[in-house]
């Protein structure tokens, strides 16, 4: 498992397994080979939800972005 954690407040966002891991890393932009954050926004929640991504992982970006423009994410090893 791997948790999610809000990059601006460390906040706890939820737990994800390896396969939407391995979603966000795959369809999200990576600064370097060492990235574990992205900037989540409304569009790319969608892209994500199209891409096949879990009702779990959908539900906590949801929550983690609510009604602002995007917000940065980080993921490490539970």
């Not at 989540?40 to 423009?69: F, H, M, Y």
């Amino acid at each position: 498992m791997f948790k999610l954690t809000s990059k601006e407040t460390g906040a706890l966002l939820g737990a994800v397994d390896a396969v939407d891991l391995q979603l966000l890393i795959d369809q999200l932009e990576e600064e370097h080979e060492q990235d574990k954050d992205y900037y989540v926004c409304p569009e790319t929640i969608e892209i994500l939800q199209g891409s096949g991504a879990s009702g779990a992982l959908i539900k906590i970006l949801k929550d983690a972005v609510g009604n602002s423009e995007g917000v940065e994410i980080a993921w490490s090893k539970v």
